[in-house]
């Protein structure tokens, strides 16, 4: 920190208690009190220096007797007894040093007691002012360590525009890349040469300084109240500073002051948080909400959440939480499913999480992504969404949600309305496979078995079979949870996607031998290279799809063989068991009631027999027509 030495006498100050007194070998004869401190001083110093302690002694002096001792009172001084301590090392001429901390309750003293340059040449207004001008406003440091100062004696400071020039000086220096200020300029100790090499003692040393990021100045006016805090924002925004800079010191100084907002914060972080009272608190965040740039991306959706659920917990005005889930919805595809479990902070929900923010969120973002994508028109085919780069935010925000879904279906007081609500809320096109929303549907209906038929059949309509894949298709085949329509449609989606398979892979392979000319010795024409790597790939394509209808011919066949064995034994035993009859329901994809099972005659055996033998029939049939089509090959 800079400093200048004023004044070239030894000190003569002494202090005994409350009380100073100047050991120049005269009595005192003037007393001057400044709180609950004395200053035992000396007519003549003060009235040279001082127009209102001049008119003070003499007012003083005449209307009391000579012989009685003068005694001034200073109510309201700035910076009390500790700046009139230096102001009367002054007017004695004693050593002292301006400093940062000190020049500016001692330039505001000096204004207050009129230590102008009418009185004397050189007088502490025009030492202070030259001071704060020459060395403290040149320097970010002591630009800072003034602003400082400025907040204990702030009426007087604002009055004298030291306040705003501190501002402004500081706006300046974190508008500008650091290593540009003017040489010579001290960063930790180090001096600077116009080269760039730091200095010792005015020698180069060779070493470079460091590097300054645009986030250098953060911690520094943390440290500040938030009153000046803001100004310095609003004084650096005026000043064209990029949002994104504004935004990162924001979030700087939250976290700072606003203990929480990571869930994960270690316990030397939180100790390094400065305590505010919870209404504290609520205004500081309600302030940096106001002060937050709008514009997506610049403050991290993780930080959002963390002030969000402060927010909550401190019962911020609902402006404010408004606002904070308006900002996680622009940016809603960022987000990670450890932040949407918001808990319910309120005794009147019933719910373990906040489900009615997330889906005000989700709204918030469904509207964002409509608006960017007015007049693209609507989505195509599944194909073209997956390739599409502007549904990949919509795609992330889908899969988020469907697995927030599968994390609170399990809580029992979660209404069907409620789920059903925000899992319709993601569009059709967005998701370009369903296994996220039918296992989250899955756990709900476990968890709620007192569920109707009807429920159950309605909630599941959000399920497309045809967008299950084949682990899902084959764990939804054989669900005993899910309605027996659904069941149905997946087996039929799986047949149709595995004959619309065959008829794909057969097309290509008659299109691959008409399209591809051929010259002796297997040698594609001339002119044909870019078709014949075209084909090779097809080849490619073609040789995979026939090995994966190889593997389900091979499954077809080992049901064949299952089903043959239940029907042998069926006849062997001439009787049907229960858990025989469940074995058998589930491998041919019904479900058979109990009851009925146990209440079968031996009449009905040989009905059912014959019922597997024409079911087993059937599929040896679609074995053969496989195996027919694969002999392409």
């Known amino acids: 920190m800079a400093c200048v030495k004023l004044g070239s006498k030894p000190d003569s100050f002494k202090r005994q208690g409350q009380a100073w007194f100047c050991t120049t070998g005269l009595p005192s ?23 209102v302690l001049e008119k003070l002694i003499e007012e003083s002096s005449s209307s009391s007797p000579s012989d009685e001792p003068c005694i001034i009172k200073l109510s309201d001084l700035p910076g009390g007894a500790r700046s009139f301590e230096l102001v009367a090392r002054f007017c004695y001429g004693v050593k002292l040093e301006l400093t940062a901390v000190n020049s500016v309750p001692l330039r505001c003293t000096a204004q207050h007691l009129d230590m102008s340059e009418d009185l004397c040449e050189g007088n502490l207004i025009s030492h202070t002012e030259s001071f704060l001008n020459k060395v403290v406003f040149r320097s970010w440091k002591d ?35 650091p290593n540009l200020f003017s040489w010579p300029m001290e960063f930790g100790g180090a001096m600077q040469s116009p080269g760039g090499s730091v200095l010792w003692n005015g020698i180069s040393t060779g070493a470079r300084p460091r590097n300054f990021s645009p986030d250098w100045w953060y911690d520094d006016v943390a440290s500040l109240s938030f009153s000046m805090y803001r100004r310095l924002v609003q004084a650096m925004e005026l000043r064209g500073i990029r949002q994104e800079i504004i935004a990162g010191s924001l979030t700087h100084y939250a976290k700072k002051y606003l203990p929480g907002l990571t869930r994960r914060q270690t316990a030397g972080a939180a100790g390094l948080t400065t305590q505010l009272s919870e209404e504290e608190q609520r205004n500081l965040l309600e302030e940096i909400d106001g002060l937050l740039p709008v514009q997506k991306g610049l403050v991290p959706t993780k930080v959002l959440f963390g002030m969000l659920r402060t927010a909550m917990i401190l019962k911020a005005d609902a402006a404010c939480a408004c606002n904070l889930e308006k900002r996680i919805g622009l940016q809603l595809d960022q987000a990670s499913l450890e932040d949407l479990l918001l808990p319910n902070f309120s005794y009147t929900m019933e719910t373990l999480y906040n489900v009615e923010c997330v889906q005000r969120m989700l709204e918030h973002f469904l509207q964002m992504d409509q608006l960017e994508n007015n007049g693209m028109g609507s989505p195509g085919l599944m194909d073209d969404v997956a390739e599409s780069p ?70 599941c309509r959000l399920i497309d079979c045809q967008k299950l894949s084949l682990e899902a298709c084959t764990h939804a085949a054989q669900n005993e949870r899910l309605p027996l329509r659904v069941v149905v449609q997946v087996l039929f989606f799986e047949q149709l996607q595995l004959r619309t398979s065959i008829a794909g892979c057969l097309l290509i392979s008659d299109n691959l031998d008409r399209s591809v000319p051929l010259r002796s010795g297997n040698i594609p024409v001339s002119g044909e290279a870019g078709g014949w790597a075209t084909a090779v790939r097809e080849n490619q394509v073609l040789k995979v799809g026939m090995d994966n209808m190889r593997m389900r011919l091979n499954e077809l066949e080992k049901e064949c063989s299952d089903m043959r064995q239940e029907i042998e034994k069926l006849g062997n035993k001439g009787k049907i068991t229960t858990g025989g009859w469940g074995g058998v329901g589930k491998k041919i994809g019904f479900k058979l009631k109990s009851n009925q099972m146990c209440s079968a005659q031996d009449g009905s055996v040989s009905d059912q027999q014959r019922g597997f033998s024409a079911k087993l029939e059937k599929l040896q049939a679609k074995v053969t027509k496989h195996k027919k089509q694969l002999s392409i090959e």
């Open 390 to 459: 502007s549904l990949t935010p919509l795609t992330t925000v889908a899969r988020l949600i469907d697995g927030y879904l599968a994390e609170i279906a399990p809580d029992v007081n979660l209404k069907l309305p409620k789920f059903q609500t925000l899992a319709g809320m993601v569009p059709d096109y967005a998701r370009p496979l369903d296994d996220g929303l039918y296992r989250a549907i899955d756990i709900y209906l476990k968890t709620h078995p007192w569920m109707s038929e009807g429920d159950r059949e309605q909630l």
């Open 143 to 177: 630009s800072l360590k003034a602003l400082q100062s400025c907040e204990e004696i702030l009426p007087y400071s604002e009055n004298l525009g030291i306040v705003k020039r501190c501002i402004d000086s500081l706006a300046v220096k974190a508008c500008t890349d």
């Open 29 to 51: 004869d003037v007393t001057i009190e400044v709180g609950d401190m004395s200053f035992h001083l000396h007519k003549f110093p003060l009235l040279s220096k001082s127009g």
